[in-house]
C-alpha cells in the first residue's frame, strides 16, 4: 500500500466533514419527523469508514451494519440518494423501502447494510469466496460493532474464511457499547482482537481516530488478502458521540468519557495535522465545514421533494406470487 498523496489525504478530510455534516443533517430531519423509523448515527467515528473505504480497490466490496451511513457516502453515495432512502422516498438507493439500515449500492461495491447484528460478516466473506473460486484479484471488507464478536456468525464466519484463506478483511468498530451495554458488561476482554488468535489469522488494534493509521493498516491487510494470504481483524478503537438510536441521550455513559474522546475528534486530529503540513488553512477549514452544511442542507431538501414509492410497488418486493 502507497502513501497518501497529500491531495488524497486534503480529500478525506472533506469526506469526514461531509459526513459529519450529513448525520448532524439526519439527526434533525428525525427530531422534526421527517425521517421515519429508527436512526444510528456515527458521528465521532468517520475516520474508520473513510480510511478503510480509501484503501480499497474499485471491484472490492463492503458489508456494514446498520450504523452504515459513513460508510455508504464515503463509497461514493450521493447524499440526495441516500438522504431520500432514509426518508423513504423513491429517489433512494432502494426505492425508499429499504430505509436507514439499509442502504446499498451494488454499482459501488457496496452490498448492503443489515439491520440484524453480525449478518454482514458471513455475506462478506461469501463475496470473497466468490472472488476466490473465480480467481479474481477482489477483496471484501465487513463493517460490524463490538457486540457482535458475541455472535455466533462472527465465530463462523471467522472460521470459514481463516480454513479456506478467503479474501476478506473483518473490522470492527469497538465504541465501547453494544447498544446501551457497555463492552466490559458483555465481554470479557478489552482487546477483541485477541479473537482471532484461536482462527490463525492477524488480529490487531488499530487507533480508528487516526486516518493515516486506518488507511495504511487496513490496506496491508487488503494486500494480504488479495495476494493470497488469507484474512485479518482489525479492532478499530473509536467512539459514537450520539446515543445508540433515535432520540437516546446516553446517560448510560461515566460523566467525562463523551468529552474525553471528543478531545481526539478524527476530523481535529487530521485538520490540525494537514495544518501543521501547510496543506490547509484554519480559514480553508472553516470554508470546508460551511460547504458541507449547505451541501447536506440542499441534499435533504431536494430528497424531500422526491414522492414516496406507490403501494402498487410492494409486488416488487416478494419472491412469489
Known sequence: MNEASSERRVGWYRQMVAIRAFEEKVQELFMTSQIEGTTHLCQGQEAVSVGSIAAMEPDDVLTSTYRGHGQALARGMEQGVAFAELMGRSAGGSGGVGGSMHLVDFSMGNIGANAIVGAGLPIAVGAAMAFKIKEEPRV??????????????????????????????????????????????????????????????????????????????????????????????????????????????????????????????????????????????????????????????????????????????????????
Open 140 to 321: 471484501a471488507l465487513t463493517f460490524f460493532g463490538d457486540g457482535a464478536t458475541n455472535i455466533g456468525t462472527f465465530h463462523e464466519a471467522l472460521n470459514m474464511a481463516s480454513v479456506w484463506k478467503a479474501p476478506v478483511v473483518f473490522i470492527i468498530e469497538n465504541n465501547l457499547y453494544g447498544e446501551y451495554t457497555p463492552l466490559r458488561e458483555s465481554t470479557p476482554l478489552d482487546d477483541l482482537a485477541r479473537r482471532a488468535d484461536p482462527f490463525g489469522m492477524p488480529g490487531l488494534v488499530v487507533d480508528g481516530q487516526d486516518i493515516d493509521v486506518v488507511y495504511a493498516t487496513v490496506g496491508e491487510a487488503i494486500d494480504r488478502a488479495r495476494g493470497g494470504d488469507g484474512p485479518s481483524l482489525l479492532e478499530m478503537k473509536t467512539y459514537r458521540y450520539k446515543g445508540h438510536s433515535r432520540s437516546d441521550p446516553a446517560t448510560y455513559r461515566p460523566e467525562g468519557e463523551l468529552e474525553e474522546w471528543m478531545a481526539r475528534d478524527p476530523i481535529e486530529i487530521l485538520g490540525v495535522r494537514l495544518e501543521t503540513e501547510a496543506l490547509l488553512s484554519a480559514a480553508e477549514r472553516t470554508g470546508i465545514a460551511e460547504a458541507a452544511q449547505v451541501e447536506a442542507d440542499a441534499a435533504a431538501e431536494a430528497a424531500a421533494e422526491s414522492p414516496y414509492p406507490e403501494l402498487k410497488e410492494i409486488v416488487n418486493y416478494v419472491y412469489a406470487d
